[in-house]
């Protein structure tokens, strides 16, 4: 049996697609590695690729694949369908157009690219060979997040006016959660941003297990969208590792109630309101996470008890859930937002659709993290959209 739920009725009757791993780089192993081990029926690692022979090696030998630095001779051996571009932060742009000019689908790290005229060429390539392109941005596909717009999309809440971002995640993670209680067509016009550094006092980075003085680089932008929506947008570089900036939020303020994600950390609860019947008093929304077992195990789905009477119950069900009781994958909330992508992708292979976010979702929220710190260049004008790639900036 595997993890994929009721996945597993639809795909069972078809081949699960071959993919390669297309880069070395930690994610690779430590993640996309086991996340393809665990859905058999939907893809199977074939082969693994690296700039290095001891890189590829090693990868190659971890995962149990044979292992190219030869990109054509892998695909020529091994006929991968996708590739999951996998790579030195620096050079997505550049191994992710090898990868579809070599005739596969891809799964892109984010961002999608560094320079918008680096996505526009991958975005090129892959039209003109008929190929799909998914981008793992997995934070809106978190379970937290996905009741949350599941109960937005139900109307509970009426239009969403205005969503921020509070240290929930850094550049295109955060302008992309921002973006996602809007609704992802919603139209940015407009983008004032200001970028600034500061010194801080002596402290324990986590993340580099150094302690002493550090700086700052704070990022704070207005996001101005048709029809007079608007995004905020706030970042500091030390959000993730840093006792002096704990905090992690993203809200929502709608026509018919607000949400706040409340917490330290990963540890945030979530408070969703609309407003008692005589309209006095916000009426709390309460989120359950089912699990598989009264102890615990898989999660099985997010259930938010709305106490309106028309829509008392919205679900959000785990589609990696198990198919039997404790044989399927305990997946924490970041492993079944990174599977969400790339079973997207799959989907768009198998039914030739459209991924659900896909490359003109991930180069506009990659397009306004670029504005906001172009704007601030300019001494916070504010910039209009879209930005010429042939003058960008940063």
């Known amino acids: 049996m595997t993890p994929g739920g009721t996945r597993t009725a639809m795909t069972q009757t078809q081949a699960p697609l071959r993919v390669a791993l297309i880069g070395t780089a930690r994610r690779s192993d430590y993640l996309y590695g086991p ?17 290095s022979a001891d ?69 090129a390539a892959a039209k003109q060979r008929g190929l799909a392109i998914e981008v793992a941005e997995q934070f809106h596909r978190r379970p937290f997040e996905q009741i949350k717009l599941k109960l937005i999309a139900s109307g509970l809440f009426g239009r969403v006016h205005t969503s921020f971002n509070d240290f929930a ?14 609704g992802f067509d919603a139209k940015p016009l407009q983008v004032t941003g200001a970028v600034r550094q500061y010194d801080l006092a002596s402290h324990w980075s986590r993340l580099g297990n150094t302690t002493g003085p550090r700086t700052e680089t704070q990022e704070h932008g207005m996001v101005e969208f048709e029809g007079g929506q608007l995004g ?48 006095e008093m916000p009426q709390f929304i309460t989120l359950e996470r089912r699990w598989e077992r009264v102890d615990g195990g898989a999660l099985i789905a997010m259930v938010a008890h709305t106490g309106d009477p028309n829509q008392p119950t919205i679900t959000w069900e785990n589609p990696f859930r198990p198919v039997k009781q404790g044989h399927g994958t ?16 799959v989907d768009a292979v198998r039914h030739n659709t459209a991924p659900t976010y896909g490359p003109y979702q991930a180069r506009l929220d990659q397009e306004i993290t670029l504005a906001i710190r172009q ?20």
């Open 330 to 345: 305990q997946w924490h909330d970041d492993e079944i937002g990174v599977a969400g992508c790339l079973l997207s992708l």
């Open 55 to 123: 890189s590829a090696r090693k990868l190659g030998e971890s995962l149990g694949a044979p292992w190219y630095t030869d990109l054509d001779k892998l695909v020529r051996e091994t006929a991968p369908q996708i590739g999951i571009v996998s790579v030195n932060y620096g050079a997505n742009g550049q191994v992710g157009l090898m990868a579809v000019e070599a005739g596969l689908h891809v799964l892109l790290e984010t961002p999608i690219a560094h320079k918008l005229s680096e996505a526009d060429a991958i975005i």
């Open 232 to 279: 905020i947008f706030h970042w500091t570089d030390i959000g993730y590792d840093s006792a002096l900036r704990w905090w992690r939020s993203s809200r929502f303020l709608a026509e018919k109630g607000m949400g706040i994600t409340v917490g330290m950390g990963l540890n945030v609860n979530e408070w969703l309101t609309l407003v008692t019947p005589d309209g």
């Open 375 to 394: 704007s601030s260049l300019e001494s916070g004008r504010p910039i209009k959209l879209p930005l010429d790639p042939a003058t960008q900036k940063i």
């Open 35 to 51: 996340l393809i081990k665990a859905l058999p029926d939907d893809v199977q690692l074939v082969s693994v690729w690296g700039r």
């Open 169 to 182: 995640g850094h550049g295109y993670h955060g302008v992309s959660v921002m973006r996602s209680y809007l």
